[in-house]
């Protein structure tokens, strides 16, 4: 709590009101069906207080009262669960061929799933009017849905600084763009706040909100793309570093007498592990969805080709891991994009090359895993920092109920 000599200040004091708003409104995500006493006990602020704040979440329904109550001595709770039944959180990735678009409510349920095909154009300006094109389409259907945006946060694949300039997005083509400001303008000022951050950041979020390893306070995402990139939480925290530009590991060399890498060096991580390095050459972005489903098919059959060209890859991909093991000691990392269907061949040799590799006995706790969630999770990882910001306190509508 904020105390002054002087007392607190009127905004010392909004301010103070809205972080317990917050506190309340994670408690009750996080454990809900749960009574205002149960509140009360666990966050250290007194009845009342928790009263007068759940009397203001239940006004702005993002909590709602349950008709359950809870069966113990003495007199009977009201139950408590997250509402937010008016709210929307969108969360879009921007891929080479094609754009994702989810919609979740306040309490994470699917509103929508949508890909679009999508060409990035001649210009940032053709990119973003495709995208914005989209995106008006989702925010009138959540329209229609009487639901309010909460926000938008975009998913790049590439360089994106922690004001969410994208300063490079090679596969985009785009360069120094500020593509959130310009959404804002293509959507014309929509009220919501827009978020622009990297792809392996967002999916990052969405493994840490709702994949197998929920809650999981060290957890490393890599993007299986052409490109592999790392989204990296710590302590319960994404990690972008200074500028925003943590996580590049697809460009760590592991060879420098190692293949030619799109970025001009050698023997990169992602031109040994990357999925253009499973395919026999690179195919169009459209292809290369068919040609990992072949690979797959060939994995199946015994191809020895196709086997030996996955264990290679698994080990380069191993090395790669067991430098992050060795620098982040993470509980798990988790394998992205199409790793996920070509995993049961990888992870063998990640496993070898992990035990190996890390100086810490069993890899320092460190488990490789496939994720579980869909190809969108860079989309999905969109609306979990919207609902990451909700969380930290910026609520939607005003303060309504300051006593
Ligand atoms: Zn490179």
């Keep these: ?28 995500r996080e454990h809900a069906p749960c009574s205002r006493a149960d509140i009360a006990a666990s966050t250290g602020l007194n ?7 759940v009397a203001d979440l239940i006004d702005r329904r993002l909590v709602r009262e349950t008709g359950l109550t809870e069966n113990r001595v003495g007199r009977p709770a009201t139950m408590l669960v997250l509402d937010g039944s008016p709210y929307a959180a969108i969360g879009v990735e921007i891929n080479v061929d094609h754009v994702s678009a989810v919609a979740t409510d306040l309490a994470g349920e699917r509103l929508l799933t949508w890909r679009r095909s999508f060409s990035a154009g001649d210009s940032v300006n053709q990119g973003v009017a495709s995208v914005g094109a989209i995106i008006r389409r989702v925010v009138n ?27 490079l997005a090679p596969n985009l083509g785009w360069r120094d763009a500020d ?23 967002l999916a990052a979020l969405a493994e840490q909100r709702w994949g197998a390893h929920a809650g999981a306070s060290d957890l490393v995402y890599l993007t299986g793309e052409i490109g592999v990139g790392a989204g990296i939480i710590l302590d319960g925290r994404l990690r ?14 592991l060879d420098p007498e190692g293949p030619e890498c799109h970025c001009g060096r050698r023997g990169c991580l992602e031109a040994m592990a990357g999925i253009g390095a499973v395919l026999r050459k690179i195919p169009s972005p459209a292809e290369i969805q068919i040609e990992i489903e072949e690979s797959v098919r ?3 059959t015994g191809d020895p080709g196709t086997l030996a060209a996955l264990d290679s890859v698994g080990r380069s991909l191993g090395r ?22 070509l995993a049961p061949w990888l992870l063998p040799a990640v496993h070898e090359e992990l035990s190996d590799r890390v100086i810490a006995a069993e890899a320092g706790g460190c488990q490789v895993v496939a994720s579980t969630l869909d190809h969108d999770a860079a989309a999905l990882g969109g609306a979990a920092r919207v609902l990451d910001s909700i969380d930290s306190g910026r609520l939607p509508g005003g303060l309504s109920r300051i006593p």
Excluded at 3 to 10: D, F, K
Excluded at 146 to 164: F, I, K, M, T, Y
Excluded at 180 to 198: E, S, T, Y
């Design 1 to 28: 709590m904020i105390t002054s000599t002087t007392g607190p200040q009127p905004a010392d004091f909004a301010d103070v009101r809205a972080t317990n708003l917050a506190v309340v409104l994670r408690f009750v």
């Design 47 to 53: 009845k009342a207080t928790v009263s007068s704040l």
């Design 141 to 167: 259907r959540m329209a229609k849905e009487e639901r309010q945006v909460l926000g938008l946060a975009v998913a790049v694949p590439g360089l994106v600084d922690v004001q969410g300039t994208v300063r």
């Design 179 to 201: 593509i959130g400001g310009d959404l804002a303008k293509a959507l014309r000022d929509p009220g919501f706040p827009i978020q622009v951050d990297n792809d392996a950041n």
């Design 240 to 253: 972008r570093g200074g500028l925003g530009y943590s996580g590049e590991i697809g460009h760590v060399q």
């Design 298 to 300: 060939l994995a199946r």
């Design 320 to 341: 790669g891991v067991s430098i992050l093991a060795n620098l982040l000691n993470p509980e798990v990392v988790i394998l992205g994009g199409y790793y996920v269907p």
